[in-house]
């Protein structure tokens, strides 16, 4: 592609401003638009479950991206509360929800994606929410009334913080999931049960393998969860965390199905996060990345969304390719600060447990290779695996065990 003089970002999030910042930061003279839907502009989603449920008074302006004065620093023009209706790849065309239509010579996706709701009779109520953008948090901190009582549906991250924080802001939490333990699917199991135990202790009720039927709305404005078994429950909220779907409505019949990575979803892009739309790029949550072993992998969090905002920019400016970071993520759940790092196989047969102070360290081990980890309170020891993974340190499970070892000096094997 010859010289690039334009880019247009669809999308202002970790992966939009990353990307835009790099652009900029890098030497980019050209111009460059970003284009999001959301009147607020850019926020961090992350604070959504947490901070801003927390603290009453934190608005948009508190977890800003980035802000007015940054914009015009970098010269870059935003168009917020203004999404893309439509994008022609080929004409590398958007036209906007008010008519406006912009060319660029390179087009960046960075839309996300949407919360998924379950299809259950009542779920269009308006009592039953979602958690993916800062107008659906300001939805629930309205209905929270000193003795509001929320049911939060879902085992995942996202159920799992949401109902640590509003049970520690003194909200009486129904914890719903459809399994017997929240995030055994993501956790090693004792550790799930630990902190499960912790939330429940601020005051959650968890109701596990349950089966919703319906959601009835009470005359008195409040829900009525009806479940399979024929019992029910009232509250005066419902949130449902059942995970999300990348959407990219403004995209043709015809491009999507060109486009698209039938498995995950996502905006097909190779390891450059191109499509295969020349000066068509993809990132973030709504992108799904060709990976070394030519299977496909589609992630849903922060870092990875930076990154490949970051590694989109640099694919745009030719130059090398940043260096894949240890894949890592963070869950605050009320008091608890849980991180992952790399792949962590919730099953026993992989995992070395360093009983380190309250919360033990789990560590998933394959051929004496270190490739995930995850910890409480203890983000040290998390990095430390990243070191190990990064650098294919060899290591031995009974010394990551032992706590007369420090993790430290188990860094280089
Ligand atoms: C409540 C919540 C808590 C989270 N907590 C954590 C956490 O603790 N740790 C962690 O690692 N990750 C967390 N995540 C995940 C993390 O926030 C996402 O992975 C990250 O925000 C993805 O960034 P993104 O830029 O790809 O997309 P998104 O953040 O989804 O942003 C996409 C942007 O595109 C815009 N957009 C969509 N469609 C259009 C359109 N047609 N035209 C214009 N603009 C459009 C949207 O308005 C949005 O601003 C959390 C997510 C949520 C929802």
Known sequence: MSQVESVIVVGASAAGISCVRKLR??????????????QHGAYERPPLSKQVLLEADTTHKDIALISDDELTE?????????????VDPTSRTVTLESGKQLTADVIVLATGGEARRLPIEGADLPQ????RHYEDALNLRQRLTPDARVAVIGGGFIGAETTASLSKSGFFVYWLDAVELPMAHLLPQELCKKIVANTCAQGAKLVNNCRIKKFIEQADGQVSILFEDDTSIEVDAVVM?????????????????KMLNQATGGIQVNQNQATEYPGVYAAGDVAAVLQDDGSTVRH???QAAQYQGERTAAAILNQELPPEPVDWFWSDQGDLHIEMAGNILPTQEHLVVRHEGDWPVYFSVVDNQMIGAVSVDNPNAVRAAMRMIKNKVHVDPSRLADLEIPLRKQMRG
Do not use: R
């Open 74 to 86: 970098l010269d870059i023009i935003a168009y917020y509360g203004d999404g893309a209706h439509k």
């Open 128 to 131: 039953v929410l979602v958690l």
């Open 241 to 257: 965390g059942v995970g999300m779907t990348p959407k990219t409505p403004y995209l043709s019949a015809a491009t999507t199905s």
């Open 25 to 38: 930061n890098d030497g980019f003279l050209g111009s460059i638009t970003l284009v999001d839907k959301d």
């Open 300 to 302: 849903e969090h922060w």
